[in-house]
């Protein structure tokens, strides 16, 4: 590394991202991992903790968002659905989240009631509490208004981990690519659109849940920072296989594809908090798939690619008959001027 | 109409195909190499994966057309001494100005970092806003572009800016470098892929002197892939029937004059000037300063600031300078993919996502290609 101190590009979740929580963070920590399960060294979505008769897993993320609020969701359904998310990407059933917030002197008690009631109401969608929580009051200008992390613990008889593609696996994603990284953007940037863009930031656990009943998922991961760019180019390494995408099958709505255009980003970077992206026994392939689209968030489903011998890459079939590889990205997307 | 209508059959791969096979059939005999000078041609060529789909003994070079990748260490420089240096000033630039390293390895990101006051602005337009509400600050906006973004600069100085807003201009121009490179006679190119934006506002015949001077075919093409495999057969009959003429594919867009009224305003506030290109030199009247009038809107005399003097502009060991005349690819560079990434760029072509580098780096189609 050769920045002595912390850019904004080391939180893009790309290669950046990485390589300082592997040269820095990780190394610091001499236990890592508890006895017969995983932990910091797999870098998978949460850590599996063996106990009779099946596994834990446990997760842990912190949110920060601009805007608080968005349309679609906000921060407090933020926090919610990327702990249910990560372990909903491991398999794992949830059971309970905790939160610990962190506030700014002088935030309104009516917005932070709207990200409370907001939390609460993704919890009751899902089914499960939350069961303890901490808050913290910082003086202004100590933090931008509110930080929430939140906690999640789940269960799973069979652990799902990125890092088992198999050659011959089909990959399947849940929904349309880049919604919710474009509706921020437009947000915070005042950029004036005549359609209303949504992120879609939602709990996926419904959806996993019957997917992993209808077929083998050999594993999982969601695309949110780093994009589905850097989910395939995670799995294609820890896998040791290469990935190939079809491009005319990835999902993207048609607004959010022109907007991406416009401002020069590349779709396959872009954050997301409502898809996941899986990896199924090819027999299994058409049942799983089925099964997600009759769920209310993977409607727009689709079968992307497939899992080839190989070291790692990822390679995209260009909807033009051309042929590229899908690089891991850098940190988060910045936009061109031409 | 959807985007999706606008540009389908733009895309279509049977479409594509199809001609390619046309050039397959029609010019197999001898090695062509053209070379393009638009960081968005480059873009649709690697994103689109077309090296892939065309035939080997046809090449297509990136030329300098990347205005961030040729923007000088000195002017960032500059930029980086003024928030040092003035208390109170917001400095607003574009997103892929924000990564690339002045000298020393440092960029706006480093100062933003830092604690120095950086936003990234999709527009000119954006930074004005900034100014108004933050009046007891001075905004100081970094100019780049080519004559793309140049008339919207020119456009917003002359509806009376706000007095807190200043702007550092790093406009440059390219029918001058394009004159530069001809008579360099370092490209061994057969012909030229004209830029589609920037011939929008400065029309097709701003190129004519070139073709004059130099008897190089050159066509004008879009943005999409079927606009660049057209072009590239346009420039096949060029070489084939001998002819050495400026024909325009991006009819659709492009006008002999451009446009008129953004020419106006660009002359209206700018004088030509010499400018430093990085890893290419001094380029005569390839510059865009502010002229006198428009002194009060020009950081480097409100700020009283002077200009580093920064000789070396590229690393040792980089062939940006070659790869930016398409006499190297990315890969042929030792320090490529090894030492130079985007997240620490050694040279220009590597610095922005529309560099020749920073594109062969993250798509990888041209190193497909060769394996």
């Known amino acids: ?338 | 109409m959807s985007f999706g209508t606008l540009t389908k059959d733009y895309r279509d791969k049977k479409l594509i195909l199809n001609l390619v096979k046309v050039i397959k059939e029609e010019f197999s005999n001898d090695s062509y190499k053209f070379m393009h000078v638009c960081g968005t041609h480059e873009d649709t060529v690697t994103k689109h994966g077309l090296r892939n789909v065309l035939p080997k003994n046809i090449e297509v070079v990136a030329g300098p057309g990347c205005p961030v990748c040729v923007t000088h260490p000195e002017k960032i420089e500059l930029a980086l001494r003024l928030l040092e240096e003035k208390e109170n000033v917001i400095l607003t630039t574009f997103g892929d100005m924000y990564r690339v390293p002045s000298r020393y390895r440092r960029s706006f990101s480093h100062a933003k970092a830092q604690g120095f006051n950086v936003k990234i602005v999709y527009s000119i337009s954006d930074a004005i806003k900034i100014a108004k509400e933050n009046n007891d600050k001075e905004v100081v906006h970094f100019a780049v572009g080519f004559e793309t973004t140049a008339p919207s600069t020119a456009s917003t100085l002359l509806q009376n800016p706000p007095e807190n807003f200043s702007i550092i201009s790093a406009h440059l121009t390219v029918p001058p470098v394009l004159d530069y490179l001809l008579a360099s006679g370092e490209i061994a190119v057969q012909g030229l892929i004209l830029p589609g934006h920037v011939s929008t506002i400065i029309g097709s015949r701003a190129y004519e002197f070139l073709a004059d001077k130099y008897k190089v075919p050159q066509v004008i093409a879009g943005f999409e892939p079927l606009d660049v495999i057209i072009a590239l057969k346009m420039l096949l009959e060029q070489v084939k029937k001998g002819e050495r003429k400026i024909e325009n594919e991006y009819e659709r867009v492009v006008k002999p004059y451009g446009n008129l009224r953004a020419k106006k305003l660009m002359n209206k506030v700018f004088k030509q000037e010499d400018a430093k290109w990085r890893g290419l030199g001094k380029v005569p009247n390839s510059g865009l300063d502010l002229k006198p009038e428009f002194e009060k809107f020009n950081a480097i005399i409100k700020f009283d600031i002077n200009l580093p003097e920064i000789t070396k502009d590229i690393e040792d060991g980089c062939r940006c300078s070659e790869v930016i005349k398409g006499l190297a690819k990315p890969e042929e560079c030792q320090l490529f993919r090894s030492v130079c990434t985007p997240y620490d760029p050694r040279g220009p072509c590597m610095v922005s996502i529309e560099g020749t580098c920073a594109i062969a780096y993250k798509y990888g189609s041209l190193s497909l290609k060769s394996n």
Request: charged share 25%.
């Open chain 1, 1 to 338: 590394m050769n920045t002595e101190y912390i850019r904004l590009e080391h939180g893009g979740g790309g290669k950046l991202m990485r390589l300082l929580i592997e040269n820095l963070v990780i190394p610091s920590f001499s236990i890592k991992k508890v006895e017969g399960g995983t932990g910091l060294l797999e870098e998978d979505d949460g850590a599996v903790i063996p106990i009779e008769n099946g596994y834990l897993v446990l997760t842990t993320d912190a949110h920060t968002v601009k805007p608080l609020f968005f349309p679609g969701g906000d921060i407090g359904k933020l926090a919610v659905c990327g702990t249910i998310n990560d372990l909903a990407a491991m398999g794992a059933k949830p059971i309970a989240i905790t939160s610990a917030i962190i506030i700014e002197e002088g935030f309104p008690f009516s917005q932070l009631k709207r990200i409370l009631d907001s939390m609460n109401s993704t919890l009751m969608e899902v089914g499960i509490p939350l069961v303890a929580g901490d808050t913290k009051v910082v003086e202004k200008g100590g933090i931008d208004k509110i930080v929430i992390a939140t906690s999640g613990i789940g269960y799973t008889k069979d652990p799902i981990f990125d890092s088992r593609l198999k050659p011959g696996n089909l990959i399947i994603i849940t929904g349309p690519v880049g919604r919710h990284e474009i509706a921020l953007l437009s947000q915070r940037e005042g950029l004036k659109f005549e359609i209303q863009l949504e992120s879609d930031v939602k709990p996926l656990w419904s959806v996993v849940e019957l997917a992993l009943k209808a077929g083998r998922i050999t594993s999982m991961k969601d695309p949110t920072r780093g994009g589905v760019a850097g989910a395939l180019n995670e799995m294609a390494r820890k896998s040791n296989v290469n990935i190939k995408i079809w491009e005319d099958k990835v999902p993207v709505d048609e607004e959010i594809r022109g907007i991406a255009e416009m401002l020069g980003i590349d779709i396959l970077e872009t954050t997301n908090e409502g898809i996941m992206i899986m990896g199924v026994a090819k027999e299994d392939a058409e049942k799983v798939l089925k099964a997600v689209k009759s769920t209310k968030y993977g409607r727009k489903a689709s079968i992307i690619g497939e899992v080839e011998k190989g070291e790692g890459i990822v390679i995209l079939e260009t909807s033009t008959g051309g042929k590229r590889i899908i690089e891991e990205p850098i940190g988060s997307p910045l936009p061109r001027i031409c």
